[in-house]
């Protein structure tokens, strides 16, 4: 059953609450939305593929103590929390459909603004930049939940070495996803730092660079080496 009150067990909003049309969620896409009235769910979709990993971040401003489902085909819940900083939990698809993410207040009656975002883990978001072995790319994290993903193309038993370097006083942290989505670096760095990883099978590794702190900003380098 859920935690709080104002959504049936099965995920819908009762009639007395107003919800908003679906928006689809896409990754690597972030959206500034409000909950402007009393009650007001605000509802959106996600597609996804059987076994999809996804990072959603929401980061609610001023009085708004948001509270955040992920509803599976079927009704059951995936995430089920509140936070009134911002927070970003990580869900699995167990089955290819249409998933539904329900923001709402906490207590139904706070209103605010709010930043919501998705990130595809386990396979490359559309705005995945390629990062090849040799190359150095200049970053800049500027939002409250934005967070810079790469791609990197992996042969099995190939090994890598990440530079990251963070400039204007940014705190990163860095996160490495081989294919699948399961997560096999995380750390982070205020200093220029270096980074291993091994790929243990053939694809696209996905690096994940984003502030420790949602109200942390600025421009970072990074850069991809064999190593040895």
């Known amino acids: 059953m859920p935690d709080s009150p104002g959504l049936k067990a099965e995920g819908e909003p009762p009639a007395h609450f107003a919800t908003q049309s679906s ?11 409000s909950i402007s009235r009393v009650g007001e769910v605000d509802r959106f979709t996600v597609r996804a593929t059987a076994g999809q990993v996804f990072q959603l971040a929401i980061a609610p401003s001023g009085q708004l103590n948001a509270h955040i489902r992920v509803i599976a085909p079927g009704g059951r819940f995936l995430v089920n929390t509140s936070s009134s900083s911002a927070l970003a939990p990580i ?16 207590n139904l009656t706070s209103l605010g603004q709010y930043w919501v975002g998705i990130e595809s883990l386990s396979t490359p978001s559309p705005d995945a930049r390629p990062l090849a072995v040799g190359a150095t790319l200049d970053g800049r994290l500027q939002g409250s939940i934005q967070a810079d993903p790469y791609r990197v193309s992996a042969r099995s038993g190939q090994r890598f070495q990440i530079d990251l370097t963070p400039l204007s006083g ?59």
């Open 23 to 33: 928006s689809i969620l896409i990754p690597g896409n972030v959206r500034n939305e």
């Open 91 to 106: 869900f699995t698809a167990s089955t290819a459909g249409t998933y539904i993410v329900h923001v709402q207040a906490k």
């Open 170 to 228: 940014l705190n990163t942290r860095i996160r490495v996803y081989e294919p699948g989505g399961r997560l096999i670096v995380n750390t982070q760095a205020s200093i220029a730092r270096t980074f291993d990883f091994t790929a243990n099978m053939t694809g696209n590794f996905i690096v994940l660079i984003e502030a420790t702190h949602g109200a942390n900003v600025g421009r970072y380098r990074v850069g991809l080496r064999f190593r040895a």
